[in-house]
């Protein structure tokens, strides 16, 4: 099973949660790009599961093996391929879960979609497990972007009831990314990390979860890129957070606050900075008309809870065709917000890189 996206910038994403391995493969890669390895290591770490009593106990290195597209700490021209190896399979606690659908997971779609026989193991295809490769593309991206002035960068917008500052839509720097990777957890305001921890907390003690929002911005992206309609920028931004698993709800700019707005207020005035044509607000989040304008792309991706909770929930069994009462052991996220946002990073590093690409003649 292979999950692809991307246009010149082609991205596919294999394995299972429970598999031998996991990887990626990135067709479109510019030859001769450095790829600094410490570099993609902290990033993909800030990804990786067990670091804190937020996230899963289980532990992975995912410490990628690359298989082509790299010589000499260069990108080769060639398609990249690269494997995580799973080293901390638990396969024991899903066997009931094979007749016994987990409500809101994709154990139930995926048996409709593939059959019985489908890999569900922690998830199968489906898992979030599978964002690890999708950080191997989003920091190989990330690299090659920073090169020509363009940086991506995320924070944890919102986990529960508790909401982090957010960036300013028309001055946010890579001063303000800094500043998230400074604190514990991905937030511009520790005070409200700490709050945002004890929800979390708190719902785990609780046999729960409880779900969030990540925040991100992307600066320094050519006016001009994109198309109108159906490969608009927000569309293909939309293509790639909506493959991250359990996104549920994204928006651009003010998003649905414009509902409440008059145009008066939600237009972005144009101004003369020099020579160059800027807005003195962005709600339109850095597009319009599917095209970027020149100001920082802003974006906010909505995660439900994780599904995996140990409260009991009604479920049924598919080989009894009965009603149950489901309760599911084993190790899961109490929320997968402060792991999903290097995910966000990825996908939109991914997508920027890709229309850079399509562009260059």
């Known amino acids: 099973m292979t999950s692809t996206f991307g246009e010149k910038l082609r991205i596919s994403i294999f394995g299972q949660s429970h598999g031998d391995a996991i990887g990626v493969t990135i067709e479109g890669l510019p030859a001769g790009e450095e790829i600094c390895m410490e570099e993609l290591y902290a990033f993909l770490q800030r990804r990786a599961p067990g670091k804190n009593d937020m996230s899963t106990t289980r532990k992975e290195a995912d410490m990628p093996r690359f298989l082509s597209g790299i010589m000499d ?15 901390s399979q638990r396969s024991k606690d899903y066997e009931k879960l094979a007749d016994i659908p987990r409500p809101g997971h994709a154990d139930y779609t995926a048996r409709l979609r593939y059959g019985e026989d489908v890999d569900m193991r922690g998830g199968g295809h489906f898992s979030g497990r599978l964002t690890a490769p999708l950080c191997i593309a989003g920091g190989i991206a990330k690299q090659i972007l920073a090169r020509r002035g ?3 960068g995320a924070h944890i917008a919102q986990i529960g009831g508790v909401h982090d500052a957010a960036f300013d839509p028309v001055h946010v720097s890579t001063a ?27 719902a785990r003690n609780d046999l729960d979860s409880v779900g969030g929002q990540v925040e991100c911005a ?33 928006e651009f700019g003010a998003g649905t606050a414009y509902a409440a ?15 160059d044509v800027k807005t003195s607000t962005n709600n339109c989040g850095g597009v319009l008309g599917g095209i970027t304008n020149g ?6 991706a909505t995660f439900k809870p994780t599904p995996s909770i140990a409260k009991p929930q009604k479920s049924v069994s598919l080989s009894n065709k009965q009603d149950v009462t489901l309760e599911i052991h084993g190790r899961h996220d109490p929320c997968i917000v402060q792991r999903a946002v290097p995910v966000v990073e990825a996908a939109a590093a991914c997508v920027m890189l890709d229309m850079i690409l399509s562009s260059d003649k």
């Open 218 to 250: 992307i600066i320094g992206m050519p006016k001009g890129l994109g198309d109108p309609m159906f490969d608009g920028v927000e569309n293909r931004i939309a293509r790639a957070v909506y493959g991250i698993p359990a996104v549920k709800a994204l």
């Open 176 to 202: 303000d990314f800094e500043k998230v990777l400074s604190n514990f957890i991905p937030v511009l305001d520790a005070q409200q990390g700490e709050a945002m921890h004890e929800a979390v907390l708190a």
């Open 73 to 87: 700490g260069k990108t080769a021209g060639a398609p990249l391929c690269a494997i995580i190896e799973n080293t």
């Open 295 to 300: 100001m920082p792309i802003v974006f906010r």
């Open 150 to 152: 363009i940086h991506v």
């Open 261 to 275: 707005m008059h145009g008066s207020e939600a237009n972005d005035p144009f101004y003369m900075d020099g020579e």
